[in-house]
């Protein structure tokens, strides 16, 4: 990712739609994305690169521009 350097922190804001226990991105359906109650995020590394890490996840109902993080984008 080249939106920041080496060990600097990046906020990154994704919008989802959960509806009848499916998880919805830009429409497409993230299969078993959301099980038991419960969503699934997964990571993946990219040859070459660092470890991917997330220090914390932030989930709000409505959306991003129902927030006050859409005032920083």
């Known amino acids: 990712m080249k939106e920041v350097g080496k060990?600097?922190?990046?906020?990154?804001?994704?919008?989802?739609?959960?509806?009848?226990?499916?998880?919805?991105?830009?429409?497409?359906?993230c299969k078993e994305s959301y099980q038991e109650g419960r969503l699934r995020v997964?990571?993946?590394?990219?040859?070459g690169k660092d470890n991917p890490k997330i220090d914390g996840i932030v989930v709000v109902r409505g959306g991003l521009i129902?927030?006050?993080y859409y005032m920083v984008m």
Do not use: F
């Open 66 to 68: 129902d927030t006050d």
């Open 7 to 29: 060990n600097s922190a990046y906020d990154h804001y994704i919008e989802i739609e959960i509806e009848n226990q499916k998880v919805y991105w830009k429409g497409m359906e």
């Open 42 to 47: 997964e990571l993946e590394k990219i040859h």
